[in-house]
C-alpha cells in the first residue's frame, strides 16, 4: 500500500504544533491514515473505533511482553512495573488478586471514605485564602494519592510521601530521558520498593479491620498465589495507575466545564448529571491517548502488513471522536443520550481495573467543587497546560479563579 500524502495533516504526530491541539490531526488520520507510521520513533497508529476495539480484544496478535518502549527506563523502575507488561495466564492471575476489591460493589462501599478525603482537600482549598489557585496541582493531586493510600492500608502519617514519589515516579516513564532523569528514576523506585516491603512485612494492613490492597496481596504471598516480586510491582502498578488516571480525569473535568459555558450551566443546575459528565469527559478528552501493543504475530489491517514485534499506539482518544460511532463527536455533551461505549478506561481483558474507583472520586470532586465556588473561572491571560505524555496525558497546570 502506496502511503498517503502527509503534507495535508494538520500537525505531524508528536511535533511541538500537534501537543498544542491534538484533535484535528487524529481527524485527518481517521479519514486519510488510518494505520499511520508515526516515522521519528517507528510506531504504528491505529485512529479508527472498529479498529481499536478489534486489537483491544486479540491477544493472539497483540501483547504487553517485551515491550521495546520500556528499554529507556531505569533498570529498577521496569522491575517495579513489571506486572504491567505480562500477557495472560500472569495478567490474569495476579489481576485476580484484587479484582473483586475494585468492582462497584466494593467501590460503593467506600464512597464515605472518599468524601471525606475529597472534603479535606476542599478545606485545604479554602484555607489558602485565595482568589487564584492552580487547581491541577492544589486541588486534583491530592485527592487520588490520598484515596490510594487509604485503600493500600497506609498509615496517614506516611501519605504525604507519596505525594513527592508519585510525579517522580511518573517522570520516570518518558520514552526520552536525561541520565539524571533516568538515575533519578531507579532511586524513587527503589525508595518506593523498600518502603512497602516495610510496612507489608511490619504494619497493621487492615488499619479500619477491613480488607485492603496490601492485606490482599500478602495474603496472596502466603498462599503462594504470587511472589513477594510480584506483590510489590502490583502495589506499585496499582499506585501508579491509580493516581495518573484520576488526577488527569478530575483537571480535564474541571477544564472541560470551564471551557463550555453552556455544559456548565446545566451541571449546576442539575449536580445529578455528574455522572454522566465523568463519562463524557472520558470520551471527549481521554485519560491516556494512546495503549501501547507490541505486534505478536503479523497482522494485516487496511492493507498495511503490521509485522510481529512492530510497535502499536492504539489510538483510544482518537477512536472516541470517531464520527461513525459518536453523534456530534467533537462536542462536549454531559447529558449525552444512552450508554457512552468509550474506549478511555480500554477494552478486553486488560479493562482498566480502577476505573469505578477513578470515577468516583472524579464526581465527589467536581461536585464539591462547584457547590463551594459556583463562580469559578479560568484565568485570563493564563492558559491551561497539558503533558506531552500520551500514555499519561493530563494537565500539568490550570490556574482559576475561585471566586469574583
Not at 34 to 57: K, N, Q
Not at 111 to 130: H, P, R, T
Not at 223 to 250: K, R
Not at 362 to 386: K, S
Request: charged share 25%; with cysteine; proline share 6%.
Amino acid at each position: 500500500m502506496s502511503r498517503p500524502d502527509v503534507a495535508g495533516i494538520p500537525a505531524p504526530m508528536l511535533s511541538p504544533e500537534f501537543f498544542r491541539d491534538i484533535f484535528p490531526t487524529y481527524a485527518w488520520l481517521r479519514e486519510h491514515d488510518p494505520v499511520h507510521r508515526i516515522e521519528p520513533i517507528g510506531t504504528w497508529f491505529v485512529s479508527r473505533y472498529v479498529d481499536a476495539v478489534a486489537i483491544l480484544a486479540d491477544n493472539d496478535h497483540f501483547s504487553v511482553e517485551d515491550m521495546p518502549i520500556t528499554e529507556a527506563w531505569h533498570p529498577d523502575v521496569r522491575m517495579a512495573l513489571s506486572s504491567l507488561f505480562m500477557d495472560d495466564p500472569d495478567h490474569a492471575r495476579l489481576r485476580g488478586v484484587v479484582r473483586e476489591f475494585f468492582q462497584p460493589a466494593s467501590v460503593q462501599r467506600r464512597e464515605a471514605l472518599v468524601a471525606g478525603i475529597v472534603n479535606n482537600a476542599l478545606e485545604q482549598v479554602q484555607s489558602f485564602g485565595k482568589t487564584v489557585i492552580d487547581i491541577e496541582k492544589e486541588y486534583a493531586y491530592t485527592i487520588p494519592i490520598d484515596v490510594l493510600s487509604a485503600i493500600m492500608g497506609l498509615p496517614q502519617e506516611d501519605f504525604p510521601l507519596f505525594h513527592a514519589w508519585a510525579p517522580q515516579l511518573s517522570e520516570a516513564l518518558q520514552p526520552m530521558q536525561t541520565e539524571e532523569q533516568r538515575e533519578q528514576g531507579g532511586t524513587v523506585a527503589r525508595a518506593i520498593r523498600d518502603y512497602l516491603l516495610r510496612i507489608i512485612q511490619g504494619g497493621n494492613l487492615k488499619p479500619q479491620g477491613e480488607e485492603t490492597v496490601l492485606s490482599l496481596l500478602r495474603e496472596a504471598v502466603q498462599h503462594g498465589v504470587m511472589s513477594e516480586q510480584e506483590m510489590l510491582t502490583q502495589a506499585i502498578q496499582l499506585y501508579i495507575g491509580g493516581h495518573e488516571t484520576t488526577l488527569s480525569l478530575i483537571g480535564k473535568c474541571i477544564h472541560a466545564l470551564l471551557t463550555h459555558p453552556a455544559e456548565l450551566r446545566k451541571f449546576k443546575a442539575d449536580p445529578s448529571l455528574a455522572p454522566k459528565l465523568v463519562e463524557e469527559t472520558v470520551r471527549f478528552n481521554g485519560v491516556s491517548h494512546v495503549i501501547v501493543r507490541r505486534v505478536a504475530k503479523d497482522y494485516r489491517l487496511h492493507d498495511v502488513i503490521l509485522k510481529e514485534n512492530d510497535m502499536l499506539f492504539v489510538g483510544n482518544a482518537s477512536a472516541n471522536r470517531d464520527a461513525a460511532v459518536f453523534e456530534r463527536a467533537d462536542e462536549f455533551i454531559i447529558d449525552r443520550p444512552g450508554r457512552i461505549r468509550h474506549l478511555g478506561f480500554g477494552r478486553g481483558i486488560r479493562f482498566c481495573l480502577g476505573n469505578h474507583l477513578a470515577k468516583l472520586e472524579t464526581r465527589l470532586a467536581i461536585v464539591a467543587l462547584f457547590r463551594a465556588f459556583p463562580d469559578m473561572r479560568l484565568v485570563e491571560g493564563r492558559e491551561a497546560q497539558f503533558g506531552t505524555n500520551l500514555m499519561l496525558h493530563g494537565l500539568l497546570s490550570l490556574p482559576v479563579q475561585l471566586q469574583p
